[in-house]
Structure formats: C-alpha cells, structure tokens
C-alpha cells in the first residue's frame, strides 16, 4: 500500500472546490509515454495549472500501470524541478471498470479514480460506485462515477449512441454514491471522429464541418438539482484542424474528423464542469509534428528528432487548452 501523499501528489477535491467558485475547469490528460508526460508537465508548471493526469486502460495495458505510477512520481519532482514550487497534480485512474482495477490504483498510489458503470442498469451503477467509494474514502482518494452514456470509441469505451444524462437521476445517484465528481452526457463523445458528417452543418466560409451544439440544457438541469457539485465532461477534444491539415499534407488521411468547437468549453468550464477531458487533441499534435519530420526529412532516423518537435507540439496545445479554454493559468501558484 503506498499513500499517494507521499508522493506528492494532490486528490481533486480542493482543485474542484476552487474551479468552480473561480468558474473556471481543471485540465485532464491522458499520458501513454514520457514525451506526453513531459509536455504536460512543462505546461502546467509553466502556467501555474492544476492538472489532472489521465491513466486508461489501453494506457494499462500498453505502458504498465506501474511504469505509468512511477512517471507521475517522477512527474512531480521534475515539476519542483522546473520552478513550480507546490505542484498540484493529480494521477487519476480513467474508466476504471471494476472494483478491482479501482482498488489496485487506490493501493498503488493514484490519487483519484474513476468508476465507469455508465453502460450498467441504474441500480447496479449505484451499487458499483458505492463500493468504489466506501474504499477509496477510507484513504482520501477521490472518486468520479458516470450517469449517461457517450458516444464514441476511446480505447474500449464504446457505445452505439449517446445517451444524455437524466436530471432527474442525478440528485438520487450522488447521494446514494458518495461520489465526490460526476460524468455526464451532454453529447461531447470520444475519438477524432466526434460526429458523422450528416449530423453537422457546413460552415461556408471555410467548408469545415460544424457540429451540433452541446445540450447546454441537460447541464443546466444538472447544475440546478446538485448546486456546486463537480461536473465531468469526457470526450472533449476540439481536433483542430490545422494538425489534422499537417498531417493530410504529409501523408495522413484522416477524413471528416470533428471535435467539440472550442467556444462551447469555454462556456461549460465557467459552469459546475470543473474537469475537461482531452486525450485526441494531443495524439493529433504529436502525430502532426512526427509526421512532418518523418516527410520533410526522410534520413533522420534518431528518435529524439522526431519526439522532441512531438513534445514541443503538445506543449503548446496544452498551454493553449490551460490560458485559452479552461482558464485554469495561475490557478495553482
Ligand atoms: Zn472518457
């Protein structure tokens, strides 16, 4: 059992409480490898954000949860390291799926989980994320449950169509829980592949594909049945189209991708949203840079010139999600 309070790393209960009296929303990003984790980390103690980082099941898998747990044990004291004298950063488990993989992240020093029985029937959610709770409670690791399922694919998130969440639920579900935060749908999905074109409108200026609004009006509901509680948006990349235009232009071919416009989280992280979840956005910067190096000069062959304008890339798109979307710069002096 290791306490991820001595690791130096941070649950989200107070970040939370903070990000929505300032109205603004905590970052969340997923981290598969050191360059992705090295980006995120030089953002945020650049800006002085809290920040969340995201461990799922395909980054389990593909990495080592235990690899994965010492990199954000390192991430911290590289953090002091870059001036940033009382980081907060949270090592969060994404769509945790039982029990089990919840509990073995609470002993192994994550500091939050998420418990996904969204594609559960009511009740046997209910039942799932209290017995989640009740654990993690007893060692002050905070806990994120889901109510209504998201559209998409991310890793092995799937479901056929989205379902928004039910207000009328909400109030039931977290005082049955425990939960300290909330996932819900209110039509932001996972993946580049957000929506199909027949579902969005063509912008005619530019020719891009504008997709529907969020249901704002579920979120209200939300926010008036559960004053001040943390809300959850998952699926919320924006893919911006100029890194899906580099990497078109250097060989890629990524068609219709569509993500959530970004306007529209700036206008959710003033509400109860206090964590937006961003994993595609950064595959597409790094897979723009790589692709780039890989077209432009085709002898270079050591990895660290490639990885290196890779990581640079992210950098930049999470010092622009932090300042430019969710507003959480200066937040975490
Ligand atoms: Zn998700």
Not at 56 to 76: D, E, F, H, I, P
Not at 117 to 127: F, H, K, M, Q, R
Not at 291 to 301: I, L, S, T, W, Y
Request: hydrophobic share 40%; aromatic share 8%.
């Amino acid at each position: 059992m290791v306490s991820y309070k001595e690791l130096g790393l941070v649950n989200t209960r107070e970040m939370f409480a903070k990000a929505i009296d300032g109205g603004y929303a905590i970052p969340a990003f997923n981290f598969n490898n050191m360059e992705q984790l090295q980006a995120i980390i030089m953002a945020a103690a650049e800006t002085k954000s809290p920040v969340i980082l995201q461990v799922s099941k395909g980054a389990r898998a593909y990495a080592n949860q235990t690899l994965l747990r010492y990199m954000a044990q390192g991430a911290v004291e590289y953090a002091k390291e870059l001036g940033w004298e009382k980081p907060q950063i949270c090592l969060h488990l994404d769509h945790g799926d039982s029990f089990e993989t919840c509990k073995s992240c609470v002993d192994f020093g994550f500091s939050s989980v998420m418990i996904d029985g969204s594609s559960l029937p009511y009740d046997e959610n209910v039942a799932l994320t209290k017995k989640v709770v009740e654990y993690a409670h007893q060692f002050d690791v905070t806990v994120e449950a889901e109510l209504g399922v998201l559209a998409g694919v991310e890793d092995e998130v799937s479901a056929e169509e989205s379902h928004y969440t039910k207000p009328e639920e909400v109030i039931d579900f977290v005082s049955k829980t425990g939960c300290d935060s909330l996932a819900i749908s209110i039509g932001t999905s996972h993946g580049a592949y957000k929506f199909k074109p027949e579902q969005c409108t063509v912008d005619p200026a530019t020719g891009r594909l504008v997709p529907p609004p969020l249901a704002f009006d579920v979120l209200a509901e939300v926010e008036k049945k559960l004053p001040g509680f943390p809300i959850v948006l998952h699926g919320s990349s924006s893919v911006p189209q100029d890194e899906v235009d580099t990497i078109n232009a250097h060989g890629g071919k990524l068609q219709a991708a569509v993500g959530i416009p970004e306007e529209q989280l700036r206008k959710a992280a003033k509400s109860a949203v206090c964590k937006i979840n961003i994993d595609s956005d950064s595959r597409l910067a790094m897979t723009a840079a790589i692709r780039r190096v890989f077209d432009e000069k085709p002898a270079e062959f050591d990895p660290r010139k490639y990885l290196g304008p890779a990581r640079d890339n992210m950098k930049k798109l999470y010092i622009h999600k932090i300042v430019n979307v969710l507003g959480s710069d200066g937040k975490a002096e």
